[in-house]
C-alpha cells in the first residue's frame, strides 16, 4: 500500500487540544476513480469440467490508495482523509473451456465466443453503474473523520486505519453486493439468449 502524506502547517493558539479538535480538520476528499485494463486468458482444465462446456471467471478489483493531510496540534497530530486515488472494475477473465473441445475446433470456438458474451455482461456493470460506483465511494469517504495521534511515529498506523475505515464502510460494501447482483443478471441473460444453436451445427457436422 502507498501512502502519501501531505502535511499542512498552520498557525494555532496553544490552548488544551484534545481528539475533538481534529474534527475541525476534516475534509472533504479529493476522489479520482479509474477502471482496470483487463485481460483475458483462456485455458483448458487437464480434467473434465463438472459444467457442461465453459464458464468465465472474473477477477474484481476494488484499490483504494489514500492521501493523508497531517496538521501538528499541541499534544500530536489530527490526520485527515485528503485524497483518494481508486482503481474498480474487473482486471482479469478466466476463461475455461472443457477439455473435450479441441483447440480452435468449431465447438470451441462457439463455447469461447459465448464466453466473451459474458465478459462483456461482466464490463457492461461497471460502464452501466459508474454514478453509482461514484456517489458510494464520495458517501463513504465524506464520512471519515480525522484520527488524532500523540506521537509522529504512529501516523501511518493513523492512515492505514482510515483506509481501513473506507474500505469496511457500509456504502462500500453494499456497492460490492449491488456490483455482484447485477452481475448474477446480465449473465443469466446471456445465458437465456443463447439458443445453443451454434454448438448444435457443430455436433452435426460430425
Not at 44 to 71: R, S
Not at 161 to 173: C, G, M, T
Not at 182 to 205: M, S
Request: charged share 25%; glycine share 2%.
Amino acid at each position: 500500500m502507498k501512502y502519501i502524506f501531505s502535511i499542512f502547517l498552520s498557525l494555532f493558539v496553544f490552548n488544551a487540544f484534545g481528539m475533538d479538535d481534529c474534527l475541525n480538520y476534516k475534509l472533504n476528499p479529493t476522489i479520482n476513480i479509474k477502471t482496470p485494463t483487463w485481460q483475458k486468458s483462456v485455458v483448458q482444465p487437464l480434467k473434465k469440467m463438472e459444467i457442461l462446456h465453459g464458464e468465465v471467471i472474473a477477477t474484481l478489483t476494488d484499490e483504494f490508495e489514500i492521501t493523508g493531510d497531517i496538521t501538528p496540534i499541541e499534544d500530536g497530530f489530527c490526520v485527515a482523509l485528503k485524497n483518494i486515488d481508486a482503481l474498480i472494475g474487473y482486471s482479469d477473465f478466466l476463461v475455461q473451456i472443457d477439455i473435450s473441445h479441441k483447440p480452435d475446433s468449431c465447438s470451441y470456438n462457439a463455447i469461447l465466443q459465448h464466453e466473451d458474451e459474458h465478459i462483456r455482461a461482466y464490463l457492461s456493470v461497471i460502464e452501466d453503474n459508474q454514478y453509482l460506483i461514484e456517489q458510494s465511494v464520495k458517501s463513504a469517504a465524506e464520512s471519515i473523520v480525522p484520527v488524532f495521534v500523540h506521537n509522529e511515529k504512529d501516523i501511518e498506523s493513523a492512515i492505514d486505519k482510515l483506509n481501513n475505515e473506507l474500505q469496511n464502510h457500509p456504502d462500500i460494501i453494499l456497492l460490492k453486493q449491488q456490483i455482484h447482483a447485477a452481475e448474477e443478471i446480465r449473465n443469466k441473460h446471456v445465458d437465456l439468449n443463447d439458443t445453443g444453436e451454434t454448438l448444435k451445427k457443430c455436433f452435426e457436422q460430425i
